[in-house]
């Protein structure tokens, strides 16, 4: 991965009989995708069910655009502003939660974002191959770490023997 990534996965687990509000939150967070300032008041759980929603009847309309959501309306449901939205919008992209979308809407061109699956399932196994590719690479260098540490003592012990010698 040739970008820099942040990944802060939380330990939530909901609580029982959890509705799909508290779902939605333990589900962000497990996935690094809540607020991380204290204060932060984003309902990101809001977003994502909304998101869903509209994904589930653009599939059923078969109307793409209805998937699409802006960043202004994203943050009327976040409830933060279009600036914040963007702050947090680079995480969403990074795990491929959320894609980038283009539509033409009364005759304008209109970007925004929808989720990156078929449902919410299919959108956050595309988090899940992202965030297992980054544990597998860093498994790798713990064990190019291991091999150096090898390497090292080899030849700092076949330097003392020189020096005995």
Do not use: C
């Amino acid at each position: 991965m040739g970008f820099s990534m942040k990944i802060e996965l939380k330990h939530m687990n909901p609580g029982p009989g959890a509705d799909s509000e508290e779902l939605s939150k333990v589900v962000l967070a497990r996935f690094g995708l809540i607020p991380r300032k204290k204060d932060a008041k984003a309902g990101f759980h809001r977003l994502i069910l909304e998101l869903y929603e509209r994904k589930k009847l653009s599939n059923k309309e078969k109307k793409p655009e209805l998937a699409v959501m802006t960043v202004e309306e994203m943050g009327i449901f976040a409830g933060i502003k279009r600036q914040t939205v963007y702050d947090y919008l680079k995480r969403w992209l990074m795990l491929q939660v959320l894609k980038k979308t283009t539509f033409v809407q009364n005759g304008a061109v209109t970007t925004g974002y929808e989720l990156n699956g078929s449902n919410l399932e299919n959108t956050f196994r595309k988090a899940e191959v992202i965030i297992n590719g980054h544990v597998e690479q860093s498994i790798e260098m713990v064990k190019e770490l291991q091999s150096e540490v090898k390497k090292e003592k080899l030849k700092l012990n076949r330097q003392t023997e020189t020096f005995e010698e």
